[in-house]
Each structure stands twice: as structure tokens, then as C-alpha cells.
């Protein structure tokens, strides 16, 4: 079955530590997009990217990295330098950057310890 | 200032009834889209529906339909037959221009349906 593949679930994060979220889709998608989801709130933009070895920043870009070297894979860094990065990430594909409907991954919850 | 607006921050539904969610816009872009997204208590921000700016007709997908009214902006969610199913948080969203990372979320409403 065709879909978002995120990893891990559940990540936990000590202070100074850089912590790594997977995102892989095998839709064949361009587009791949990272968001984070505060409680009770909606999603925000981190960063996106319209085609491999390219990506822009989105909202809320500051503390973390994102890498596109693989069309089908799209992880995000979150560096010590996000000072509060305890949310739900969740993590996007479309067929193009133009192309309307984006489709989810099931989330990563990250806590910090 | 707020792209999305949604001002009903909880729902309750009987089973078998129909509900709508409220969702206002605002854009200066004359070409934009209009989705709405379920997310129950998993996580997953799953697809239901989408409104381009530029359709006549409103949108439908199976028990779900969107109730399109450009000129006051509101692009309210209608559910017929509510399920149990249906309880999660409900998310109105907006593409603007021609480019999928202009992408904004509202602040979800969350339903319940009542058995």
C-alpha cells in the first residue's frame, strides 16, 4: 500500500541533544512537507521541499534542518537550538508543489526529558 | 490577522444526525483552495474533502459535502448521518495562490457524536 511512513512514534529528547524525525512516502510524490501541531492548536510550517536537494523555509523554521537527498525521504532535525520542541510533528507529501491535496503521515510526538 | 477562522471550538451531534462545521477565509488571492481534514485520536491529519476557488458547483465526498459561499468568504463542512466514527477534530484549511507550501490550518473544531 501506497503511503507516509513516519519514525518513531514516540521520541524523547534530552536538553542539548539533537533528535532526528523520519519521513518517508513511497507515492512517488515531489512535494514533501514537515509541520508541527501544538495541543489544541492547528498545524504550522516548518520547511518544505518541491523537489529533491531543494527545500525553503516555512512559519516556524528556526531550531530546526531539514535534508532532501532522496525523493522519498524528507527527515527533520530538531537542534538544541528549538528551545521548546515538545509537539506533534507531523510530516506531508502532494504530487507537485502546485498540486492542491497533501496527504499525512501518522505523527511523531516528541517530549523533551 | 486570522486566514482561517473557526468559532466553534467543540461540537456535539446525536447519531444519525447531520452537523455542520463553520469555517470562514480570508484572501486577497482571487485562485485558492478550501480543504477540510480529520484528525482523530491517532494523530492522523486524514483528507476529506477540497473546494477550488473557481467551482461552480459545491463540493461532495460520499457523507461529506462543503457548503461554498464566496462572497461571505465561509466554507462550512457538512456531515449527513453522523457516526461514531466521526468524533475526532475537524480542520479547515486554505492553499493560496498557485503553490502548495502557502498552506494555512485553522484552529480545528472538535466533534462529538452521541450515541
Known amino acids: 500500500d501506497g503511503g507516509i511512513t513516519q519514525s518513531p512514534k514516540y521520541l524523547f529528547r534530552k536538553e542539548g541533544q539533537n533528535v532526528t524525525l523520519s519521513c518517508e512516502q513511497n507515492?512517488?510524490?515531489?512535494?514533501m512537507y514537515w509541520y508541527r501541531q501544538d495541543p489544541g492548536q492547528g498545524l504550522r510550517l516548518i520547511y518544505y521541499?518541491?523537489?529533491?536537494?531543494?527545500?525553503q523555509k516555512g512559519d516556524i523554521a528556526e531550531g530546526y534542518s531539514v535534508s532532501r537527498e532522496k525523493k522519498e525521504s524528507f527527515p527533520l532535525t530538531v537542534t538544541s537550538a528549538q528551545k521548546n520542541p515538545t509537539a506533534f510533528y507531523l510530516c506531508?507529501?502532494?504530487?507537485?508543489?502546485?498540486?492542491?491535496?497533501?496527504?499525512f503521515g501518522a505523527g511523531t510526538r516528541l517530549s523533551v526529558l | 490577522a486570522q486566514k482561517i477562522t473557526q468559532t466553534q471550538p467543540g461540537m456535539f451531534v446525536q447519531e444519525k444526525e447531520a452537523v455542520t462545521l463553520d469555517c470562514t477565509y480570508d484572501?486577497?488571492?482571487?485562485?485558492?483552495?478550501l480543504f477540510w481534514y480529520k484528525q482523530p485520536s491517532s494523530g492522523e491529519m486524514i483528507f476529506l474533502i477540497y473546494q477550488g476557488s473557481y467551482d461552480q458547483q459545491n463540493a461532495t465526498e460520499g457523507r461529506y459535502s462543503l457548503n461554498f459561499q464566496k462572497a461571505r468568504k465561509s466554507a462550512n463542512l457538512v456531515i449527513s448521518a453522523s457516526q461514531l466514527g466521526d468524533s475526532a477534530m475537524y480542520f479547515c484549511a486554505m492553499r493560496e495562490g498557485g503553490y502548495g507550501q502557502n498552506f494555512v490550518f485553522g484552529p480545528g473544531t472538535r466533534l462529538s457524536v452521541l450515541p
Open positions: 507515492l512517488n510524490h515531489d512535494a
Open positions: 506531508a507529501s502532494s504530487i507537485g508543489a502546485g498540486e492542491n491535496i497533501q496527504y
Open positions: 484572501t486577497s488571492d482571487p485562485s485558492y483552495g
Open positions: 521541499s518541491q523537489i529533491v536537494n531543494d527545500f
